[in-house]
């Protein structure tokens, strides 16, 4: 079965844009996550979507937000981008909400540039 | 607080020796679930294991082998006859539900795998 799709793999923006992540679970999977990779902060955690509602949050400003379809893809956005958003994005998708019971399986994740 | 602590930075080996991550987690859940992902230079996380809190059996696929214990709240990962393959960063993860009853992913730092032909 086709994993975890993001699109797309790379981008580089200029501060003050905004930019979409996609997102593209399994098959079956309601539940998609989001986490920030960088190499000064590691893997963070950025916030879930189950069944098109936000159910968790991480510590991360108001300028990234999500959402989620009715068919379970779904879409990050950060706005007024500045250089510190430069890492990759990863997407984890899974059966349930939590996933924990089940398990996360991640995108190749998209690698974002901020210049 | 809920925290996963990786201590080994970077590890480096040749081909063929055994070699073990550490993990190390933090959390007053009493229900929580451990993993380990791979990540190769692709970026992708690939998942290797997860076990949940109250099972402390240890497990065997392969060459990977892992040792849970809760009295020492670790959770090592051992690679036995290493292949240079086997080169990537290596992720402990806790999931748990915290204040909350969301459940998370809280991360190591990683361990980078270095193994040498």
Redesign the interface.
Known sequence: KAGVTQTPRYLIKTRGQQVTLSCSPISGHRSV?W?QQTPGQ????LF?YFSETQ??K?NFPGRFSGRQFSNSRSEMNVSTLELGDSA?Y?C?SSRS?????Y???????T?LTVV | AQKVTQAQTEISVVEKEDVTLDCVYETRDTTYYLFWYKQPPSGELVFLIRRNSFDEQNEISGRYSWNFQKSTSSFNFTITASQVVDSAVYFCALSAPGRGSNYQLIWGAGTKLIIKP
């Open positions: 996550s986490y590691g893997l963070q955690f879930e159910r968790n991480g990759l990863l984890a909400q939590g996933g924990a019971n398990g996360y399986t991640f995108g190749s994740g690698r």
